[in-house]
Antibody, heavy 116, light 110 residues
Framework: QVQLVESGGGVVQPGRSLRLSCAAS????????IHWVRQAPGKGLEWVAAIWPDGNKKYYVDSVKGRFTISRDNSKNTLYLQMNSLRVEDTAMYYC?????????WGQGTLVTVSS | QSVLTQPPSVSAAPGQKVTISCSGS????????VSWYQQLPGTAPKLLIYDNDKRPSGIPDRFSGSKSGTSATLGITGLQTGDEADYYC???????????FGGGTKLTVL
């Protein structure tokens, strides 16, 4: 069955960096786009970033452009999100989600807290 | 502010039917397929409806979706207390190459 397992979250000070990972299994990872979606505490879903199956196309929400980088290693079935210059407003649960014509499978999320 | 507009909350009695609307524009819903997600308390979102009106395997036919113009609707019949959750609409904005979600609707089954 499809599984997505995020890791790498934690508490970090503003301005610092963090790298999230998403380990995938149960489907041909290199054939699908994978996205990051976040949810601030008590708030709704916010799409963050997307990467195409071959990694050649990457897209970001405006608020993270220039600070976050999405990447993938198809040989390891793993997705990454490098987050630099973190802000308090980046505090959220971060989900990776497999994308077909919709976000059809989601991981359980990893919590990122940006606080001094 | 979410680009897709949903009512913050809806409620109905067990066994009844409820609909949740998702309003957008010609640039998002008007030209792209809509999907719907259920998020039970403390859990990750789960796909309920994709491509406007299709149900993934395992989703009961109590859940339905439709789209007309720049709006989409999620319908739930035969409400159960286990349906209490937050529901989100979403779409991929193909011209912006960006994902978009509604603000979410909290369903209460009275």
């Amino acid at each position: 069955q499809v599984q997505l397992v995020e890791s790498g979250g934690g508490v970090v000070q503003p301005g610092r960096s963090l790298r999230l990972s998403c380990a995938a299994s149960g489907f041909p990872f290199s054939s699908y786009g994978i996205h990051w979606v976040r949810q601030a505490p008590g708030k709704g879903l916010e799409w963050v970033a997307a990467i195409w199956p071959d990694g050649n196309k990457k897209y970001y929400v405006d608020s993270v452009k220039g600070r976050f980088t999405i990447s993938r290693d198809n040989s390891k079935n793993t997705l990454y999100l490098q987050m630099n210059s973190l802000r308090v407003e980046d505090t959220a649960m971060y989900y990776c989600a497999k994308y077909t014509s919709s976000w059809d499978y989601w991981g359980q999320g990893t919590l990122v807290t940006v606080s001094s | 502010q979410s680009v897709l507009t949903q009512p913050p909350s809806v409620s109905a009695a067990p066994g009844q039917k409820v609909t949740i609307s998702c309003s957008g524009s010609s640039s998002n819903i008007g030209n792209n397929d809509v999907s719907w997600y259920q998020q039970l308390p403390g859990t990750a979102p789960k796909l309920l409806i994709y491509d406007n009106d299709k149900r993934p395997s395992g989703i009961p036919d109590r859940f339905s979706g439709s789209k007309s113009g720049t709006s989409a609707t999620l319908g739930i019949t035969g409400l159960q207390t286990g349906d209490e959750a937050d529901y989100y609409c979403g779409t991929w904005h193909s011209s912006l190459s960006a994902g978009e979600f509604g603000g979410g609707t909290k369903l209460t089954v009275l």
